[in-house]
């Protein structure tokens, strides 16, 4: 039986371990896959049989559309003001993708022919990429086995979206009762939490902790169908280009396997979006796809919007760019194109329409005064910022200061990855000016111009986010609907995606010299055997080459992954999600606070997750970004230790009844100090306080009789 909203969960054995063994977490995480797949095959089915579309899709695209599909329907179902979503609805939907999804392969598909499957040439590749997703699943679990939460930031506001979800069966567009705030960020990745702990029981808190695994595994299937598709679908050349990409994504390249702390919204649409650029030509190739098709992606587009803001923004922006650099032919129908690139567009606005709204409800809250108040003077926006800097920050890849860990945080993978990257920039300037055209064709016109449109995407998003407050301050809202940093992190595939491109040759000269041995056709008109001895050495010394260039970064990306990277990793979830047992101890007191209490809690604070303990009030969650002047010089005098008249009259002001104080949970800020707060007895009365622990809970009795309300 899944635990329901408001329970609360065990305190785990010790401060560092999950609550689920990893072995039990991988088998939950492969099931839900197995589970929600068959309702977005059976949708994918019969929207190809309304619209009379063939099936093209083969089936790893499908399978990983399918989980993308029933997570986009649980979405609207829950988005309908119905209050429908909860055990029956998922369980229900499960259901009948089980039953009808075989019904319709059945009455629908061609027979299938295993045999004719298993001969066919991709098997090999699929088996590989395969393989690699179950070894980083089994990776980044393991990683996670050392958070007792999720991260106190990105992990807290997941965990109340969903809590939400669940209370009232449907999306949310405020976060009452908990706060006075709207939500403005797309649901669909509190549908996927929420799905968790409706299937499996996973606490509130527990659901961030697991479900990101799945999708950062996810990313490495993905990146096999970008290469293929890319470099020439039913190719020889597209199959060892994809499980090439495959490899470097799940072996040498720092994006995304190192998300692991947090931006979970982010992750869980990262491989659609991956999918989704690997469709780009063929969706806007000369003549382009139906409309039946344009719309079926337009529906993926707004999934993805659901699920992550910028990288649907990131794919828009994408799309118009490809639009205009594309290697479009003489009389390409640019208004065909600029109408679906529209289409795209709305749909997938229309997918967060909630979240529109939220904004329009959200404007007014005392918790985000915006037109009064202004921004927190401890956050204040400074024309004399540098912006060169900061650009030059998001988007060099061949800085190697300490701070800069963008490309690689080893530094042998980095010196790598730059030498790999100038290689892949040198071959991308030739390919894109036609100096490069080998026998061999290693490099697709396709895949050289997406990789360019791509950096050509991340720059000019960076720079418009950047530039424009820089050079009007009435633009910083640009900043508060995207995020930067994310898309840097998009930026810098594109950069792996190059940095490809040289292990993309060696695998075709590798291919072109053995391949050519083993085949029977070539022996009498093999050239080699005819050639000089020195050209046959020149041969010999490309193959040597070749396989250096090809072996030894994923060699030393592997061995990096698995000796090195675990220990990075698990120190980040340990800064971003330092909790310790008297802070779990402290929330699960928190259960006896009344819903009329008020707690001030502190940015990145383990206190985050009250609202998966007790009906109790936060001020504030985390997301929106807070902007309440009185808010922050409270949190921020109390975390420099400083209780002052201003203080008490922000508490006034603000209504706090309580405030949780916790030790550095997360390393982005700095805790609250509970020294001031325990001098300043009887203004402030200590509540409760874990023995030998950092967590503590006060009361603050002048506003809990001005609001009437007694612990």
Not at 129 to 135: A, I, M, R, S
Not at 602 to 620: C, E, I, K, N, T
Request: charged residues 10%.
């Amino acid at each position: 039986m899944a635990r329901r909203p408001g329970d609360i969960i065990p305190l785990p054995a010790s401060s560092s371990g999950m609550t689920l063994p990893t072995a039990v977490a991988e088998a939950e995480l492969l099931f839900l896959a197995v589970l929600m797949a068959p309702a977005g095959l059976l949708v994918l089915n019969a929207g190809e049989r309304l619209f009379r579309v063939g099936r093209s899709l083969p089936w790893l695209e499908r399978c990983l559309v399918a989980l993308y599909l029933t997570g986009g329907l649980l979405f609207l179902l829950a988005s309908l003001p119905l209050g429908v979503f909860g055990d029956p609805l998922v369980i229900g939907v499960i259901a009948v993708g089980l039953i009808g999804w075989p019904l319709t392969e059945w009455r629908w598909g061609p027979p299938p022919d295993l045999r004719k499957a298993l001969r066919s040439p991709q098997v090999p590749a699929l088996l590989l990429v395969g393989l690699l997703f179950l070894l980083l699943l089994s990776y980044e679990v393991g990683i996670l086995t050392g958070a007792p939460v999720a991260n106190t930031y990105d992990g807290s506001i997941q965990a109340l979206f969903a809590h939400l979800l669940l209370v009232h069966g449907s999306v949310s567009s405020t976060l009452l009762p908990y706060a006075d705030m709207g939500v403005v960020y797309p649901q669909g990745t509190a549908v996927w939490l929420a799905t968790g702990v409706v299937l499996f029981g996973w606490s509130l808190p527990e659901a961030p902790i697991y479900l990101p695994a799945l999708f950062l595994a996810l990313s490495v299937p993905a990146a096999f169908v970008w290469g293929h598709r890319l470099q020439g679908m039913d190719t020889p050349r597209g199959r060892y280009s994809g499980a090439v990409f495959a490899l470097a994504m799940a072996a040498l390249l720092t994006w995304p396997r190192f998300l692991v702390g947090g931006s979970y919204d982010f992750l869980f649409g990262f491989p659609l979006l991956l999918l989704w650029v690997a469709w780009v030509p063929s969706l806007f190739r000369d003549g382009g796809l139906p409309w039946s098709a344009v719309v079926g992606m337009a529906v993926l587009a707004g999934i993805l919007a659901s699920l992550s803001v910028v990288c649907a923004e990131f794919l828009v922006v994408l799309v118009f760019v490809w639009i205009a650099l594309g290697p479009h032919r003489a009389g390409f129908p640019w208004r065909a194109a600029l109408s679906r690139a529209l289409v795209i567009t709305l749909v997938a606005m229309a997918f967060v329409l909630r979240s529109l709204w939220g904004i329009v409800e959200w404007w007014g809250y005392p918790g985000h005064t915006l037109t009064v108040m202004g921004p927190s003077p401890f956050q204040e926006w400074r024309a004399s910022s540098p912006f060169v800097g900061s650009w030059v920050g998001l988007v060099d890849p061949f800085l190697f200061r300490p701070s800069d860990v963008w490309l690689s945080p080893f530094p042998i993978l980095k010196v790598e990855l730059a030498v790999l990257l100038a290689v892949g920039l040198f071959l991308l300037v030739l390919q894109l000016g036609g100096l490069y055209r080998p026998a061999s064709r290693p490099l697709g016109q396709t895949t050289t111009r997406m990789m360019a449109v791509g950096l050509a995407t991340g720059l000019l998003i960076l720079s418009v986010g950047l530039l424009g407050p820089a050079a009007a301050p009435s633009l910083q809202g640009l900043n508060a609907v995207t995020n930067l940093g994310e898309v840097s992190i998009l930026l810098f595939v594109f950069y792996g995606s190059v940095a490809s491109l040289p292990l993309f040759w060696a695998m075709a000269e590798l291919r072109g010299h053995f391949g050519a041995r083993r085949d029977p056709r070539t022996v009498r008109t093999d050239r080699a055997a005819l050639r000089p001895p020195h050209a046959r050495h020149r041969a010999t010394g490309i193959v040597l080459v070749a396989s250096a260039v090809l072996v030894v970064p994923l060699a030393t990306g592997t061995v990096v992954t698995t000796t090195q990277a675990p220990v990075y990793l698990g120190e980040i979830v340990h800064r971003l999600a330092n909790v310790t047992p008297a802070d779990l101890e402290a929330l699960q007191w928190s259960s006896s606070l009344p819903s009329c209490s008020n707690v001030l809690i502190a940015p990145g604070s383990a206190a985050q997750y009250l609202p998966a303990y007790s009906d109790a009030r936060v001020s504030f969650p985390m997301n929106p970004p807070v902007l309440n002047r009185s808010y922050w010089q409270a949190v921020d005098n109390l975390s420099w230790g400083n209780y002052t008249p201003v203080v008490a009259q922000d508490l006034r002001v603000l209504g706090i009844t309580e405030i949780f104080v916790t030790g550095a949970n997360n390393i982005l800020w700095r805790p609250m100090d509970p020294a001031p707060l325990l001098a300043a007895t009887p203004a402030i009365v200590l509540l409760y306080h874990p023995s030998g622990g950092d967590a503590y809970i006060f009361e603050v009795p002048q506003v809990v009789t001005e609001q009437s309300c007694p612990p």
